[in-house]
């Protein structure tokens, strides 16, 4: 398996990665029409090119075989004086999960922060996720709890989980 850094030219594989994971990852947390209105808000094209450009956020893309297989996107820049890093995106399709795939980008993030004298890598995820087990698994524990609205109604229900490197 591959690792690579990508920008702007790989918007339309880590859309069709999004739609096919978030359909199966969230069928049962949320409804489908904070399913459409979160991925729109995040994974349209005029948002993510925003994400890329404007707000340094680094996406990677994982390829087994030739074949995107997972996706996942951190912040290059750490907050002051916290030195923490924040991880936003992390899905792998779901045809090829539980193969390592996760794991693997993980680490490849934690090894890029830490040349910068990142402290923590820390996330959010639903409460209701089953990935909450992968990243206490990895050595994440929960530090917090957030709802956080996010407009049109709709609210992420939240742990904040975190990672000393
Ligand atoms: C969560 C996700 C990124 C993990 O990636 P993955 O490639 O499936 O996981 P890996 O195969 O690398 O698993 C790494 C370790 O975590 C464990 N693990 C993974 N998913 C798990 C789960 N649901 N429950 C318990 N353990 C789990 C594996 O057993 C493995 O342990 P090992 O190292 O002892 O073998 C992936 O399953 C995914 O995309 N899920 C749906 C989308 C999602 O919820 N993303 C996170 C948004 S916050």
């Avoid at 997972?70 to 030195?83: D, L, N, Q, R, V």
């Avoid at 995106?89 to 934690?110: A, E, N, R, T, W």
Wanted: net charge negative; proline share 2%; no cysteine.
């Amino acid at each position: 398996m591959e690792i690579t850094k990508v920008g702007i030219e790989s918007i339309a594989i880590i859309q069709h990665i999004a739609k096919i994971t978030w359909a199966i990852a969230y069928k049962e947390i949320i409804s489908n029409d904070q399913l459409d209105y979160m991925l729109d808000k995040m994974y349209s094209t005029e948002s993510l090119q925003n994400q890329i450009q404007v707000q340094g956020h680094q996406f990677i893309l994982a390829n087994f075989e030739n074949n995107p297989v997972g996706f996942a996107a951190y912040h290059t820049k750490s907050s002051i004086p916290e030195k923490m890093i924040k991880l936003h995106k992390i899905y792998v399709d779901p045809s090829q999960q539980s193969k390592g795939v996760g794991k693997s980008m993980l680490q490849f993030i934690m090894n890029d922060i830490s040349k910068e004298g990142v402290k923590y890598l820390e996330l959010n995820v639903n409460r209701e996720n089953k990935a909450i087990a992968f990243y206490k698994k990895l050595g994440f524990t929960i530090i917090a709890e957030e709802d956080i609205p996010i407009g049109n109604g709709f609210f992420m229900n939240d742990y904040v989980m975190q990672i000393s490197l």
